[in-house]
C-alpha cells in the first residue's frame, strides 16, 4: 500500500488544520492506520491511531482532547482533525499503516507516507 498524506501548512496558535492520507491499493480496510509525528532535533513520536472499522482510536496525552482520528474506508482516507494548536506540534506528520492491531510503537508500521509539514507559530 502507498501512502500520500497532504494538509499541512502555516496556522496560528489556537487555529485548526485537517490532515488526510490516501491510500492506493486494495484491502484499506484491512489495516489499522495511523499518525506519528517527528519535530525538528527529536524522536518521532506517536500521535494517533485507529483500528480498521474506526470503532476505536488512541491518542497520545499531548494530543488528547485536541485532535481527532477518523478514517472512510470508501474513500481510502484516514483523516488526523488538529484543534487548538500550539506551537509545539510544529512538526513533520506522517501517516502510517499496518496489518492488524494498531499500536503507538512506531516499529510496528511497515508502511509510512513521505510526511506532511505542519508549522504553529505563536
Known amino acids: 500500500v502507498q501512502l500520500q498524506a497532504c494538509g499541512g501548512g502555516l496556522v496560528q496558535a489556537g487555529g485548526s488544520l485537517r490532515l488526510s492520507c490516501v491510500a492506493s491499493g486494495r484491502w484499506f480496510s484491512s489495516y489499522a492506520m495511523g499518525w506519528f509525528r517527528q519535530a525538528p532535533g527529536k524522536e518521532r513520536e506517536f500521535v494517533a491511531t485507529i483500528t480498521r472499522s474506526g470503532s476505536s482510536t488512541n491518542y497520545a496525552d499531548s494530543v488528547k482532547g485536541r485532535f481527532t482520528i477518523f478514517r472512510d474506508n470508501a474513500k481510502n482516507t484516514v483523516y488526523l482533525q488538529m484543534d487548538s494548536l500550539k506551537s509545539e506540534d510544529t512538526a513533520v506528520y506522517y501517516c502510517?499503516?499496518?496489518?492488524?492491531?494498531?499500536?503507538?510503537?512506531?516499529?510496528?508500521?511497515?508502511?509510512w507516507g513521505q510526511g506532511t509539514l505542519v508549522t504553529v507559530s505563536s
Open positions: 502510517v499503516a499496518v496489518l492488524g492491531a494498531p499500536t503507538s510503537d512506531a516499529r510496528a508500521f511497515n508502511y
